[in-house]
């Protein structure tokens, strides 16, 4: 799974929930642990390994560096695994890998970092440095993210940032209220053995603290849908109205709790893919939700009537920078000009996107990315060549309000949430 993520450009939750099907809880348990914290302390793991070895990573056998990364990780980050089963189970796959000398290559490396000193304390010192290089070194992100994060959100920010994308990513749920309130769902979820907290951010959400909420008869029966808390929360960020058009829906999350908390009658979703339409059509059918209704179309070219939404919701597609804690992968791939490519495309959608927008209707642009390029600069080009727009202050219920400026939301990638960026717009005029 770590070849065919950091090779061939798979997704690490989705290679891992296809390939737990049929796994124990717990053994699906360990193979997420593992895939996931490889991937996030990927950088630090190989610089230990590097300083044990006298091969350099990039020229050993397939398959020798991912068998190292795993046992290393295991001997520093997880505390219920003996040293000793890591190593020998490090030992038998090089072994079935590679061959004798293989494994007898892992077994030095893996003994000789055993008998090191180092551990996890030198990491802590890393940690606490101020240099954007030692923090990218110490949790494994991008040298480039540091140094522009420290820049722009301050070194206390950044390092809680850091902390935040390299913990585990707990699940968060959306009740349906169609089917039960959340304090009955959490009741009937503990019944299953399934302990879940109330986030403070939002109503519905819930978030899994120990089970596996997919294998409970209460999702195939549609009492819940899983969806981050933070984008749970943005279609709080809209002054109520009739219908929405949900821009880039699939598969559906921000449509459905757009109608479940009041700020929308009926959905209108488009997505240009089928396959994802699909699971919103899917979502749909299980959690009842009839008044979201799935088209596929291309943003840049829709074939809807100018000036007929008075409610847009434009999630763009984006970098993900404040997902890495459940997308880890994305550190490997992001780079400034994948940022800047995403930028215009964003820019370009939007111009397609303002023309659909009534006299006094809202549009809420949304990303899943902390980067200025794709946000705060984005709307300033919009404002720029859209003068029938204007910024508009947002009123959100109590618990958002400490992530409000005016007409911008932001919420940091944190132990509760990942990170979201939105702003609103208003056009001009009177409905």
């Known amino acids: 799974m770590l070849r065919d993520v950091l090779e061939r450009g798979a997704r690490a939750s989705a290679q891992v929930t296809e390939q737990s099907a049929g796994l124990s809880p717990e ?73 004798p000398r293989a494994a007898g290559f892992v077994n030095a490396v893996l003994r ?158 488009l997505d240009r893919s089928l396959e994802r339409l699909s699971l919103l059509a899917d979502n749909r059918r299980r959690l009842g939700v009839p008044e979201a209704l799935p088209a596929t179309a291309d943003i840049r070219a829709t074939p809807l009537t100018v000036g007929q939404f008075d409610r847009i919701l434009f999630d763009a597609p984006c970098s993900g920078t404040g997902t890495l804690r459940k997308n880890p992968e994305i550190r490997y791939r992001i780079t400034p000009e994948v940022i800047a490519r995403l ?24 990303t899943c990315s902390l980067e200025r390029e794709e946000n705060e600069d984005v709307v300033a080009s919009l404002l720029a060549q859209a003068p029938l727009l204007e910024p508009a202050g947002i009123e959100a219920p109590e618990p958002l309000a400490p992530f409000l400026d005016g007409n911008r939301f932001q919420i940091l990638p944190s132990a509760t949430s990942d990170g979201f960026t939105a702003h609103l717009l208003r056009r001009v005029g009177t409905v």
Not at 45 to 56: F, G, K
Not at 343 to 365: D, M, N, T
């Open 112 to 269: 000789k970092i055993e008998r090191s000193p180092r551990g996890r304390d030198s990491g802590v010192a890393r940690s606490e440095s101020e240099s954007a290089e030692a923090l990218a070194l110490a949790y494994s992100h991008p040298g480039f993210l540091v140094a522009r994060w420290i820049e722009r959100l301050g070194l206390e920010a950044t390092r809680a940032v850091l902390d935040a994308d390299n913990r585990s990513s707990p699940l968060d749920l959306m009740a349906n209220p169609r089917r039960s309130d959340r304090a009955s769902l959490q009741r009937a979820l503990r019944a299953e053995t399934i302990e879940t907290d109330e986030s403070p951010l939002t109503p519905l959400a819930l978030t899994v603290r120990t089970g596996n909420p997919l294998r409970s008869r209460l999702f195939a029966d549609g009492h819940f849908s899983i969806q981050d808390v933070a984008s749970q929360a943005l279609p709080l960020l809209l002054p109520a109205g009739e219908t929405l058009l949900d821009l880039a829906a699939a598969p559906g999350g921000k449509s459905f709790a757009a109608i479940f908390l009041g700020r929308a009658t009926r959905a209108i979703c």
């Open 343 to 366: 930028a215009r495309a964003q820019r370009e959608a939007l111009a397609s996107i303002v023309p659909l927008l009534a006299p006094g209707g809202f549009l809420l642009y949304s």
């Open 27 to 99: 053994d699906s348990h360990l193979l997420r642990e593992l895939v996931m914290g490889v991937l996030r302390w990927r950088s630090a793991l190989d610089e230990e390994i590097r300083e044990a070895s006298d091969a350099p990573l990039e020229r050993l056998a397939p398959n020798l560096r991912e068998i190292l990364e795993i046992a290393l990780y295991q001997l520093r980050h997880l505390d219920r695994v003996p040293a000793y089963a890591a190593v020998d189970e490090a030992v038998q796959s090089a072994r079935s890998f590679a061959g």
